[in-house]
C-alpha cells in the first residue's frame, strides 16, 4: 500500500508544493503526496518553480490547491504543517506533524534554497519513520 502524505501551509505556493515534489521523488512510487494551503494563493511561487528546476524537478506542473480539493483523498498516513497555525483545520489522518520551517516567499535565492534542502531532508526522514 502507497503511503498517502499530505503538506499543509498557508498559500501552498513554496514549502507544501516542495515537500510534495520531494515526497514523489524520496518516494517513487511508494508515496501519494498531496498540497495543500489554508488559503492558497492560487500559484505555485516563481522561485520555488526555480529552485527545484535546479535539481531536475518541474514544479510548474502543480497547482495552488485549498485544503478542500484535497480531503477527498483522506484519511492520510500524515499530515504535516508549516506555519499555517490556527487556519490549518483537521485532516483525517495516522498522525500530524508540524514543521517549524520559515515562509521563504521573499528570501533570496541562496536563502530559499536551504530552505528548500532543509525540506528535502525532513521529508526523506519522514519517509523512511513510515
Not at 485544503?67 to 499530515?79: G, R, S
Not at 483545520?89 to 533570496?108: G, L, S
Amino acid at each position: 500500500m502507497k503511503k498517502k502524505l499530505l503538506f499543509v501551509c498557508v498559500e501552498n505556493s513554496n514549502r507544501s508544493q516542495m515537500s510534495q515534489a520531494f515526497a514523489i521523488i524520496h518516494g517513487g512510487e511508494n508515496v501519494a503526496a498531496f498540497s495543500a494551503g489554508s488559503k492558497p494563493s492560487g500559484i505555485v511561487n516563481p522561485k520555488a518553480i526555480a529552485a527545484m528546476k535546479e535539481l531536475g524537478y518541474d514544479l510548474s506542473s502543480h497547482d495552488s490547491k485549498s485544503l478542500q480539493e484535497v480531503e477527498a483523498y483522506a484519511p492520510f498516513d500524515a499530515v504535516v504543517t508549516m506555519g499555517c497555525g490556527d487556519a490549518c483545520p483537521w485532516m483525517p489522518a495516522k498522525q500530524f506533524i508540524d514543521w517549524q520551517i520559515p515562509d521563504p516567499k521573499h528570501m533570496e535565492p541562496d536563502e530559499f534554497n536551504k530552505i528548500r534542502d532543509l525540506i528535502s531532508e525532513k521529508v526523506k526522514a519522514l519517509i523512511a519513520s513510515l
